[in-house]
């Protein structure tokens, strides 16, 4: 569990934005795709760079993960929960949920399958333009 005194460790919003700007800094943003599951975490780093009054550091696509999963998988259009999402796919639930690296982790394993996945039932890679196609929520 999260306490107070970690909390209180921990490295202020703006020293974490100047991190993350750092890093994306690295990447071409044509070849980086920003992705949660759903729209919540997404729109909480905006809300929380404009309340700080830093810009909003990513500048690529963004992918709704819980759109685009149920979605590719015929589930249709309405977003799945990210641990029902795991189980119908049969892969396992790690971690703990709502805990930010464990979420982001589940994430990735539900994006990775989906984005492999063939209509034809073989698995191949689909390059970010590919995935965004009918899917950018930004």
């Known amino acids: 569990s999260i306490t107070q005194a970690d909390v209180d460790r921990a490295d202020g919003f703006d020293v974490v934005h100047a991190k993350w700007a750092a890093w994306l800094g690295k990447y071409d943003i044509g070849t980086v795709l920003l992705g949660s599951y759903g729209l919540y975490d997404y729109k909480q780093i905006m809300k929380d760079c404009a309340y700080h009054v830093l810009p909003f550091p990513f500048r690529g696509d963004h992918l709704n993960i819980k759109e685009y999963v149920p979605t590719k998988f015929g589930w249709g259009k309405k977003g799945v929960g990210q641990q029902k999402a795991l189980k119908r796919l049969g892969i396992a639930v790690e971690g703990v949920a709502h805990r930010g690296i464990d979420d982001a ?16 039932g073989h ?16």
């Open 105 to 120: 982790r589940m994430a990735t394993k539900l994006l990775q399958r989906a984005a492999y996945a063939g209509e034809d």
């Open 123 to 138: 698995w191949y890679r689909l390059a970010a333009h590919e995935v965004m196609r009918g899917y950018h929520n930004g």
